[in-house]
């Protein structure tokens, strides 16, 4: 590898077998890679785009169609193993993304991407994790003077992509250690994706087997103690439940105090505490929630932003923001794990959609909500149901907690496996 007239670094965490080894290089990425300029021209090659947090996928997949027109012919030729920069910044990667095509032997992707290949004398496989750690992008963002063009593309030349710095071990059997060691963890993260894929696609069928079809009032599948019992009862959601609608006047916000549950936090059933931590101050608890306090065991939807998340109180003395609907459902008539189910409901989750309204973000009003018609057995029915559904959920919450952990755990290694820059 060709040596530049800078000072080595040396990551944090090293296999033994390197410990010996001198600092590593500090190449720019022209020194290490060539562009790719090929055109597609008139090959028949699938348009291709880049997804940030994702990958690459079909235009038509992304865009329902493909957007490449008459520009097709210019759009670069990609192989399988080339990388490619994306212009376009997203919340993941303000300063763009970049990713080797692996999801298609060749592609054609457009023109305003940076493809490049890396060369013989460095492995690729190893810059993977600098650039899923966004660590092209903190080089970037000095050559951003103005942000987006009219184009929603970030003002990055070639020239400037390619002086980005990715510090690199001298010795190609350190590059693909890294590599294989972030490759199998990639792998085991892929495994229990597929697994909680896996299980959501398994409650989603059983739901749609133990709650009755649209214009049916009888489910397909139901308990032997209760394949007699006759069709389910239809009524409005408002008609069989007490609720509280909490639009209005934003609360105050304080470092402490009773935790305040936004529609960030509710997810698909649970109330995740981590992803946001707001909080108001406990003496003005009494004045916002004067609508109606929130209990263990209430279910809450979101009503927007996103619509239709679900989850169940599971703690005392907590606050409920703008866009969330807290419900209980009336004693002996329905029961509050089963009305939970419901929202989570193929059947459910339709209407909500149906009834909604806007282009972009979708919402439905409080008052139109709980005219919704919903179908429920007796009581009894309503606990198996539930108490089917609930092992699955928490089954589900699980494997979500597991692939969360393996995905830290994975960032942690990255920071200490790759240098960092000043």
Same mark, same amino acid.
């Given at each position: 590898?060709?040596?530049?007239?800078?000072?080595?670094?040396?990551?944090?965490?090293?296999?033994?077998?390197?410990?010996?080894?001198?600092?590593?290089?500090?190449?720019?990425?022209?020194?290490?890679?060539?562009?790719?300029?090929?055109?597609?021209?008139?090959?028949?090659?699938?348009?291709?785009? *880049?997804?940030?947090? *994702? =990958?690459?996928?079909?235009?038509?997949?992304?865009?329902?169609?493909?957007?490449?027109?008459?520009?097709?012919?210019?759009?670069?030729?990609?192989?399988?193993?080339?990388? $490619?920069?994306?212009?376009?910044?997203?919340?993941?990667?303000? +300063?763009?993304?970049?990713?080797?095509?692996?999801?298609?032997?060749?592609?054609?992707?457009?023109?305003?991407?940076?493809?490049?290949?890396?060369?013989?004398?460095?492995?690729?496989?190893?810059?993977?994790?600098?650039?899923?750690?966004?660590?092209?992008?903190?080089?970037?963002?000095?050559?951003?003077?103005?942000?987006?063009?009219?184009?929603?593309? &970030?003002?990055?030349?070639?020239?400037?992509?390619?002086?980005?710095? &990715?510090?690199?071990?001298?010795?190609?059997?350190?590059? +693909?250690?890294?590599?294989?060691?972030?490759?199998?963890?990639?792998?085991?993260?892929?495994?229990?994706?597929?697994?909680?894929?896996?299980?959501?696609?398994?409650?989603?069928?059983?739901?749609?087997?133990?709650?009755?079809?649209?214009?049916?009032?009888?489910?397909?599948?139901?308990?032997?103690?209760?394949?007699?019992? =006759?069709?389910?009862?239809?009524?409005?959601?408002?008609?069989?439940?007490?609720?509280?609608?909490?639009?209005?006047?934003?609360?105050?916000?304080?470092?402490?105090?009773?935790?305040?549950?936004? $529609?960030?936090?509710?997810?698909?059933?649970?109330?995740?505490?981590?992803?946001?931590?707001?909080?108001?101050?406990?003496?003005?608890?009494?004045?916002?929630?004067?609508?109606?306090?929130?209990?263990?065991?209430?279910?809450?939807?979101?009503?927007?932003?996103?619509?239709?998340?679900?989850?169940?109180?599971?703690?005392?003395?907590? $606050?409920?923001?703008?866009?969330?609907?807290?419900?209980?459902?009336?004693?002996?008539?329905?029961?509050?794990?089963?009305?939970?189910?419901?929202?989570?409901?193929?059947?459910?989750?339709?209407?909500?959609?149906?009834?909604?309204?806007?282009?972009?973000?979708?919402?439905?009003?409080?008052?139109?909500?709980?005219?919704?018609?919903? &179908?429920?057995?007796?009581?009894?029915?309503?606990?198996?149901?539930?108490?089917?559904?609930?092992?699955?959920? +928490?089954?589900?919450?699980?494997?979500?907690?597991?692939?969360?952990? &393996?995905?830290?755990?994975?960032?942690?290694?990255?920071?200490?496996?790759?240098?960092?820059?000043?």
């Amino acid at each position: 590898m060709s040596k530049v007239n800078r000072k080595g670094l040396t990551p944090n965490l090293r296999f033994p077998e390197f410990l010996s080894e001198p600092g590593w290089d500090l190449p720019e990425l022209e020194e290490i890679s060539d562009r790719i300029q090929e055109k597609a021209g008139d090959s028949e090659l699938e348009t291709i785009s *880049i997804s940030a947090g *994702i =990958g690459f996928v079909s235009q038509k997949e992304k865009f329902s169609r493909d957007i490449s027109g008459q520009q097709y012919k210019n759009y670069i030729k990609l192989k399988k193993g080339e990388f $490619a920069y994306n212009k376009g910044n997203s919340k993941k990667f303000p +300063q763009g993304c970049i990713y080797k095509l692996k999801e298609f032997n060749e592609g054609a992707a457009p023109n305003s991407f940076i493809c490049f290949r890396f060369k013989p004398i460095v492995v690729p496989d190893f810059y993977q994790g600098y650039f899923e750690s966004n660590f092209h992008g903190k080089q970037l963002t000095k050559y951003i003077t103005s942000g987006a063009r009219m184009d929603g593309l &970030l003002n990055i030349s070639p020239d400037n992509f390619f002086k980005i710095i &990715l510090p690199t071990p001298s010795k190609k059997e350190e590059q +693909q250690k890294i590599a294989d060691c972030l490759s199998s963890l990639d792998e085991l993260i892929q495994a229990e994706t597929e697994r909680l894929d896996a299980l959501q696609a398994h409650k989603k069928g059983l739901m749609q087997q133990l709650f009755p079809a649209e214009g049916e009032t009888v489910p397909k599948l139901r308990f032997p103690e209760f394949q007699d019992s =006759g069709e389910w009862v239809e009524r409005e959601l408002g008609e069989i439940t007490s609720y509280v609608d909490y639009r209005g006047k934003t609360p105050p916000k304080s470092e402490s105090g009773a935790f305040l549950v936004t $529609a960030k936090n509710i997810r698909n059933g649970y109330i995740d505490y981590e992803v946001s931590k707001e909080y108001i101050p406990l003496q003005a608890y009494e004045n916002v929630m004067s609508r109606g306090k929130p209990k263990m065991g209430d279910v809450l939807i979101t009503t927007e932003a996103p619509l239709g998340n679900v989850a169940t109180i599971d703690v005392e003395e907590i $606050a409920l923001a703008q866009r969330v609907i807290k419900f209980r459902g009336k004693k002996n008539i329905l029961e509050n794990p089963f009305l939970k189910q419901t929202f989570l409901s193929p059947y459910f989750q339709k209407k909500l959609e149906k009834n909604s309204t806007g282009s972009t973000a979708k919402g439905i009003k409080g008052s139109v909500l709980r005219k919704l018609i919903i &179908l429920f057995p007796s009581p009894k029915e309503q606990q198996y149901i539930s108490l089917c559904l609930s092992t699955l959920d +928490q089954q589900i919450y699980e494997q979500e907690k597991k692939i969360e952990s &393996l995905k830290s755990h994975k960032k942690g290694l990255l920071q200490h496996l790759f240098p960092q820059l000043d």
